[in-house]
């Protein structure tokens, strides 16, 4: 009998260890797919951008709400798929930070970038420079 008890304590804990190890490699795939449409966002929005510029005389939008219609069709591209605020904001709430450039800015400069309170699982922020490229960068 305390051989049966000791089994059991035994098979429950590999299971619930084997559970407990693929829930967590759920939530980091999860993550990681969060990070990946992130970027497409910004690829998009880079691409908007540019195309404001074409056609506004090589000058930088206002804002990035500009963008929408005309330049950016899905308005959720302006909101991180990893944005998860304290406050819970309008889903159609642009989450990512914008720094306004002038045509004198370097190709290598940031000019969007994720909100600190994106990706928290990830230690890390997408960001997009001003010539259009973007990348992941790590929390130093
Ligand atoms: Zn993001």
């Not at 994106?118 to 973007?134: C, D, F, I, Q, T």
């Amino acid at each position: 009998m305390k051989h049966k008890i000791l089994y059991l304590v035994v098979a429950l804990a590999v299971l619930f260890g084997a559970a407990w190890g693929l829930i967590h490699q759920i939530e980091k795939a999860e993550a990681k797919a969060r990070v990946t449409a992130c970027l497409e966002n910004l690829r998009c929005i880079g691409q908007a951008i540019k195309s404001y510029r074409d056609q506004n005389d090589g000058r930088y939008p206002p804002n990035l709400q500009a963008l929408y219609p005309k330049y950016l069709e899905d308005r959720r591209g302006l909101r991180c798929p990893g944005y998860c605020p304290d406050t819970p904001t309008n889903s159609d709430a642009v989450s990512y930070m914008y720094f306004k450039a002038d045509a004198s800015i370097s190709n290598r400069q940031i000019i969007v970038r994720d909100a600190p309170a994106s990706h928290r699982e990830m230690h890390g922020a997408a960001v997009l420079y001003a010539n259009g490229e973007y990348e992941w960068i790590k929390d130093e």
